[in-house]
């Protein structure tokens, strides 16, 4: 493995009509609970122009709120591990909790590019939504990017877990935008 430092950073939104219908459904949301409030309150109702500028701003507000949040990113970046060693580790973290991964780019075996595609209903389900991967006889999981299609990464790699000496072959399929250059990358560091 060289001693060159690499570093790759990617982040990719969460589709954008995703993203546009839930902050008009929490503009929507919130406008009828203020209207509640106040019909409760003064007996009035609201005019509709400035209605439809309250949820207008709040939706483009909530917009740009998800657009900078609710997404995946991908680093390669250098770290130190357990063992002491100072090493390029691939750094995924998901909208999900349990969609963060951190994987030592040494322990990677194989990377190889893979269509991805999530159905928007598998992403409601959060992580009980997440598909099993298969490939090349090791098991795996896919980080969850829900309304997303496109190119994607399938990385295989080495797992020792804490509880059993036995190491495992897991993959992992994510979302990426430049699947042949994070390819090279990740085969350049894992070398």
Known sequence: MSDKKITYREWIPSPRLLRGSGALFVAVLFWWMLVEH?????????????SIVF????????????SLFHGISIRITRQWLTDGTCQSVLKIR?????????IPCRNIRNVQPAAYKVPLWRGLLGP????????????????TLAGYSGTGLAVTYVYE???SNA???I???????RPKKLQALLIATAA
């Open 94 to 102: 998901g909208i999900i909790k349990g969609d963060r991964t951190d």
């Open 167 to 169: 190491p495992k072959e």
């Open 55 to 66: 949820i207008a701003g709040f939706s483009a507000v909530g917009y740009g709120i998800l």
């Open 38 to 50: 106040v019909f409760t309150v003064s007996g009035q109702t609201p005019a509709i122009l400035p």
């Open 161 to 163: 877990s804490i509880f």
């Open 128 to 143: 009980f939504g997440r598909k099993k991967v298969k490939k090349n006889g090791s098991q795996g999981h896919m980080i």
């Open 171 to 177: 993959t992992l399929l994510f979302p990426t935008r």
